[in-house]
């Protein structure tokens, strides 16, 4: 088993060094109506789940699903650190989150599917109706395609009601289903494929965003080419269509291999399957994240301990009850979807929205026009999307009749001025609002207020979830005191039922990167020896409230969602005239951070907005629009170490218009105030023309 660290070429910038210092922040009381009808109101909850009860507490979290067979053992940490969560247990996902409501909540309505346009009505799935298609698609995934548990399937689907469907369709025959985020190319979802090992893609025609229908088919044929390049075979792609019957792609479907849903779907209408019993176990999907390196880490998830935790912490944390309205505005392509639009909600029992499009389309309004007329009374988003909100309908939630109860936010720090927008405009001194601190690898929520329970205070996540126990670390492995005011490397000392299982055929790499930094015995079978690190840096202040500064390794969190550096630097050496790439993280007013691009050209050729444009597009096709860069810069030469390291750290100052320090040591200290001359625009540059959009800057390379 490798024991060394991670490699993290580029500590030399972290986004924890860029981050705002906040000063302490007043605490905002939960309402008492708010309290009245909570799931959890015992002031004693964290003590309930205090270490010395360990693991035993999580019975708690067990015993709200179903098991066909009871669990022995609650954690087995024989292989540490790769755990396992209620042994002997066996249990199905789709069971839990369909079947078992049917008694008490046949028709209630189990997915409201608002589309983009505003001229199509909602449409809801009642318990009922999900249950018949989940069945048939199920039927049909095992008796046409041949699928079985234990098998992957890539999804590449945007937010209908067909991705749930289908996810619940494989959960229920034990397929691990691996869903791509819809907004990455084609290119990227092809690398998951081959990655995963699946033969199969299931993606839809088209969708509408931002007011476009997209052509998605067309990324399902790059997906299957890029795979087939890297040795992964995909047998069949099976099309979903946004309108049923009416094809909305220019691609061609390829005989043989692509087959629309809805024609293999008549053979099997009114089909049941029964669920299948999983080993708790059992992965029930992969979703894949960023990480130090350029290859996504494919983040393996169990079925019993992750769904017991996600079904916890809905109940506890999200305060849904069967009888509430959820909205989660996050996409189920990102791990938020997956816990807190499907299977927590679903497993509650609860009404779980799922919107289509962007929430500012065709107006800032619109979120609150959907509120009002679902009866939306518990919103989960991200500060990107509030930040967004504010700035383009500052008073747009006044003019709706709308009222939350609760309100989530999740997925970067969020600044105190947006959250007292959060609290007061949108909430309206009404909803309680918990700021959830996790990760993909996590399953669901590690530090945050219990809403009942805590005060809620602006900026900060709070203490850790029920039976999560964080601590801050040093450099040394010395534990930073709460109140300290130093910030620290945050880790988890104790294992949860959500945590992932390891990375997908890859378990060296699961354990150099969270768990071998403070290990001390590689042999030991005693969970305190393994503490989790997250990745980010934080403080705790004297009241243990946990205040999150952001990742401390090579991974830019741009709005709420992770990229790897080193992806976005390998995509701009695709570029045939690019020697060298240089990544660094920027303030964004409106994202949190986006990635700023630098680049060095290799001998005797010439700066152009042609190599600007073909950078930018290296990574819209490779990565997704979501990794395109604020700026990109041609610069004569990198600043480098002596040893020829870049210096990204110097970089990323000049971006965030910080000061560079002591650059003397430098191979080539010149060609740091010839950059920072070049990027924060003193003196005369020579600018040579700007990509539309306004998204990339250069000046001369010389
Ligand atoms: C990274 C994980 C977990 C769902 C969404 C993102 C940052 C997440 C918060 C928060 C401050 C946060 C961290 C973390 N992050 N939530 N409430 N406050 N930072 O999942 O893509 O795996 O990203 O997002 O830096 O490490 P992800």
């Known amino acids: 088993m490798a024991n060394a660290p991670e490699k993290k070429e580029m500590t030399e910038v972290s986004e924890a060094q860029i981050a705002v ?74 069971y839990n989150c369909v079947d078992r409501h049917l008694a008490k909540y046949r028709n209630k309505a189990a997915i409201i599917f608002v589309g983009e346009p505003e001229n199509e009505d909602p449409v809801a799935i009642t318990y009922q109706e999900l249950y018949y298609r989940v069945n048939e698609v199920a039927a049909m995934l095992r008796d046409y395609v041949g699928l079985k548990a234990g098998d992957r399937v890539t999804f590449h689907l945007p937010m209908t009601p067909e991705l749930p469907i289908t996810m619940l369709a494989c959960a229920r025959l034990g397929v691990i289903h691996s869903e791509v985020f819809g907004g990455f190319s084609g290119q990227a979802c092809g690398t998951r494929i081959q990655d995963s090992g699946s033969h199969v893609l299931v993606t839809i025609d088209s969708y509408w965003r931002a007011g476009t229908l997209v052509d998605h088919k067309a990324n399902a044929d ?27 792609s220019k691609t061609p479907m390829v005989e043989g291999r692509d087959f629309f849903m809805n024609d293999l779907l008549k053979k099997y209408q009114g089909k049941k399957v029964d669920p299948v019993p999983m080993d708790s176990t059992a992965p029930l999907f992969l979703m894949y994240t960023s990480g130090t390196t350029g290859k996504p880490k494919g983040i393996q998830h169990s079925t019993g301990g992750y769904l017991a935790y996600v079904t916890g912490t809905a109940k506890y944390i999200q305060d849904i009850h069967p009888e509430d309205t ?29 919107y289509e499009g962007t929430p500012t389309y065709p107006d800032a309004g619109r979120p609150w026009r959907i509120a009002e007329r679902l009866g939306v009374n518990i919103l989960h988003t991200a500060p990107t999307s509030i930040r967004m909100l504010r700035k383009l309908g500052p008073d747009e939630p006044a003019k709706y009749n709308y009222h939350f109860k609760h309100m989530t936010t999740v997925g970067e720090p969020i600044e105190p001025d947006v959250w007292r927008w959060y609290y007061h405009t949108v909430g309206k001194d009404e909803a ?92 030991s079978t005693d969970w305190r020896d393994w503490p989790y690190m997250a990745g980010d840096g934080a403080v705790q202040a004297a009241d243990k409230y946990y205040r999150i500064l952001g990742r401390i390794d090579d991974v830019i969190n741009v709005a709420g969602h992770r990229l790897g550096t080193k992806e976005i630097e390998s995509a ?38 042609e190599i600007v444009a073909k950078v930018v597009k290296a990574n819209e096709d490779i990565i997704g629009k979501i990794a395109r860069p604020k700026h990109v810069y041609i610069v004569p030469d990198m600043p480098k170490t002596r040893s020829g390291k870049i210096m990204r750290r110097v970089l990323a100052s000049i971006s965030n218009q910080r000061d560079v320090g002591d650059v003397t040591t430098l191979a080539n200290p010149t060609v740091v105030e010839e950059i920072r001359v070049m990027v924060q625009g003193k003196d005369a540059v020579a600018q040579m023309g700007e990509v539309p959009e306004d998204i990339a800057k250069f000046g001369q390379n010389e």
Not at 225 to 248: C, F, I, N, S
Not at 332 to 350: M, Q
């Open 432 to 523: 309680v609002i918990v700021d959830t601190w996790w990760q993909t690898e996590n399953g669901g929520f590690l530090c945050t207020t219990t809403p009942a329970v805590h005060q809620m205070k602006p900026g900060s996540a709070g203490p850790g979830a029920p039976g999560i126990h964080p601590v801050i670390l040093d450099e040394d492995g010395e534990e930073v005191p709460a109140g300290s005011g130093k910030a620290g490397n945050i880790c988890i000392r104790n294992p949860w039922p959500g945590i992932m299982q390891t990375i997908w055929g890859d378990p060296d790499r699961y354990v150099r990167t969270y768990y071998a930094r403070y290990n001390k015995n590689p042999k």
């Open 222 to 248: 790059i997906a299957v080419q890029t795979a087939e390049e890297m040795g992964q075979h995909v047998d069949k792609v099976l099309v979903w269509q946004r309108y049923p019957g009416k094809y909305g």
């Open 21 to 94: 210092h906040w000063r302490e922040e007043e605490y905002f009381n939960p309402p008492q109506k708010f309290i009245a009808q909570a799931n959890m109101p015992d002031s004693k909850i964290l003590e309930r789940f205090g270490l010395d009860k360990f693991p035993d507490c999580f019975k708690e979290y067990a015993d709200m699903v179903s098991w066909f067979e009871p669990y022995h053992t609650v954690l087995d940490t024989s292989n540490a650190p790769f755990w396992k969560w209620f042994t002997g247990g066996k249990i199905n996902a789709s």
């Open 572 to 609: 701009c050496l695709t570029v045939p005239e690019v020697a060298e790439a240089a990544v660094v993280p920027v303030a964004d007013e409106l994202r949190g951070r986006v990635p700023e691009i630098y680049i060095a050209l290799k001998p005797g050729i010439q700066a152009s907005p």
């Open 326 to 354: 959820y909205w989660c505005m996050a996409d189920i392509g990102w791990i938020t979807g997956h816990s807190y639009i499907v299977y927590g909600p679903l497993s509650l029992a609860a009404t779980s929205v799922v």
